[in-house]
Every structure is written in structure tokens, then in C-alpha cells.
């Protein structure tokens, strides 16, 4: 992810980049209507050029919207919450979060901290369930087969989370997603944009998720704000904001879909407020 490599990266919402691959069978629904393609960059307006030649109108994707990437002006208003859905959040994540809070004041807006957000651990259950359950035998049978100790760990992770997945599971899925996003897009009616952690910790050791079962827990339970997210659709920016000792850090800009425009605002205040981006270099 962008933010274990001190850079920006920005997920945009459901629609916006075309996406299709002529190679492969079409996608079960739930990558359809959650995965997307997005830049890296080392800067918010690298990010805003890319964005602008990614999302160039291509008919073999249904899901594209042709929305333009400048919306109506809002009020430079911002919610700032440490610990959604009680995440526990470590000193050195909430410190960076908080900092970011007080460069967007400085730049002229208006920071409410919040005690939480709209649900974030429901999400992530159904978005689990609807990635992974999805003829969930077949792609462990295709893990196995390939020998591949990541995707092994994570099928192996989550069986618990995601199976049996049957008919009544799926449309409960289908529907609890159009009642969560319903929640957060009432939130982006009074904010403009929304601060989180990235992650409720540092970036983790190489292979922490595969040490043992606990580890595995520990690692995913801290990317709540990451898996939460795309089960909405919503358009999501990371900002790398510096380091801690070796490991960068940073804050996870959301906002209302199709508010890119808006997550790039709030982006290029905070980077304008502190250091640059500092891409590290896994061979180091």
C-alpha cells in the first residue's frame, strides 16, 4: 500500500477509471462493484494529472460513470476521527492524524474532531465475505495449486469470516451495502472530507501475517480504514506525511463519491503544510 512506501495513493471511487481486462473471465460481483485502479505519486498534483488521463471514457466497462472531476465548491469543513469504529490507533498514528488536522487549519479550514464514523467493522465483514467468499473453495484449490504463501495465508485467514456463502448471505451483503453507504454519504452532506488513520499501526514487517494466527489478526484489524472503505465505493486518498524513525507515515483523506476533486483539496493542503513525500527504497 502507499502508505508502507511513503507515497501518495489515491483509490477513486466505483466508476470513475475504466477498468477491463480482455485476458481474463468477467469478475465475480464483488470485485465489480469494489475494486478500482488508481495513481501513485510523490505529489497530490501528480496524482490529479493521472487521475485526469485514467479516467478517460472506455464503453467496456459498465461501471464507468463519465462524471466530471471538478464538482460543486463545499465548504472547507473537515471531520477528524482518531479511532473509528474503535480502532485502536497507536501513539505515532494518532500523532501523524492529528498533525495533518492542524495543517488543514492552518490552510484556511475548519477541523471538527468526531468521536467515530459511520459503521466501519460491518463493513469489513461484508466486504470480506463478498471478495473472498465468492466461490471461495475454488480460489484455495488455485492458491494451492500455484504455492503461493501470501494468498494461502489469507484464504487460510479468512475461511471462517467468509463460508458458507450462500444465496441468502449474498443479497443480505447487497443490501446492508446500499444502507452503509446511505450512512456515509449523509456524513459527507456536513463534511467535506473526512481524516482517519491509514492504518491503526506503522507499517508492519515483512511477513508479520504469516508468522501465526494472531499476527494475521493483528495486521488485518489494523487496516480496518482500508478494506472498510471500498465496500462503499467511496473515493479514498492516502497523504504521506513523514516519518517515524524508518517507517513513513500518513493520513487517509475520504469524501463523498465523485469527490475526488475534494480529496485532492484537502490533500495538497496538508502536503503544502509539511515535508515531502519520502518514497522509501525496499532495498535499503
Known amino acids: 500500500p502507499a502508505y508502507a512506501c511513503g507515497v501518495h495513493g489515491l483509490r477513486p471511487t466505483l466508476g470513475r477509471i475504466p477498468a477491463f ?3 481474463l473471465p468477467e469478475r465475480p460481483i464483488g470485485p465489480q462493484i469494489m475494486a478500482v485502479s488508481g495513481p501513485l505519486a510523490r505529489t497530490v498534483n501528480d496524482l490529479r494529472i493521472s487521475l485526469a488521463a485514467m479516467s478517460a471514457r472506455d464503453v467496456r466497462d459498465p461501471w464507468y460513470v463519465p462524471v466530471p472531476l ?9 471531520a477528524l476521527c482518531l479511532n473509528p469504529d474503535g480502532l485502536a490507533t497507536t ?4 500523532a501523524a492524524v492529528t ?3 492542524k495543517r488543514l487549519e492552518r490552510a484556511g479550514w475548519t477541523v471538527d474532531v468526531i468521536e467515530n464514523t459511520p459503521p466501519m467493522r460491518e463493513a469489513v465483514e461484508w466486504q470480506i465475505k463478498l471478495w473472498l467468499g465468492d466461490a471461495f473453495e475454488a ?20 475461511r471462517a469470516r467468509v463460508t458458507p456463502m450462500d444465496q441468502a ?17 449523509l456524513l459527507f452532506e456536513k463534511y467535506a472530507v473526512l481524516l482517519t488513520p491509514v ?11 504469516r508468522k501465526d494466527d494472531e499476527s494475521f489478526k493483528r495486521v488485518w484489524e489494523a487496516q480496518l480504514p482500508q478494506i472498510a472503505i471500498p ?8 497523504v504521506s506525511t513523514g516519518l517515524v524513525g524508518k517507517a513513513p507515515v500518513g493520513v487517509h483523506i475520504v469524501s463523498g463519491r465523485y469527490r475526488e476533486d475534494l480529496c485532492l483539496l484537502a490533500g495538497e493542503a496538508i502536503e503544502a503544510g509539511g515535508v515531502p513525500a519520502s518514497p522509501i527504497d525496499p532495498v535499503g
Open 231 to 238: 465496500f462503499m465505493g467511496l473515493p479514498g486518498l492516502v
Open 91 to 94: 501513539p505515532e498514528v494518532k
Open 139 to 158: 480460489q484455495l484449490e488455485m492458491a494451492e495449486r500455484e504455492g503461493d504463501p501470501g494468498a494461502l495465508a489469507c484464504l487460510r485467514g479468512v
Open 169 to 185: 448471505t449474498y443479497a443480505k451483503a447487497l443490501t446492508r451495502r446500499a444502507t452503509l453507504t446511505r450512512e456515509w454519504m
Open 199 to 209: 492504518s491503526g499501526e506503522l507499517p508492519f514487517p515483512d511477513h508479520l501475517d
Open 99 to 101: 498533525d495533518a488536522g
Open 70 to 78: 471538478q464538482g460543486p465548491a463545499r465548504e472547507k469543513r473537515a
Open 21 to 23: 481486462n480482455p485476458a
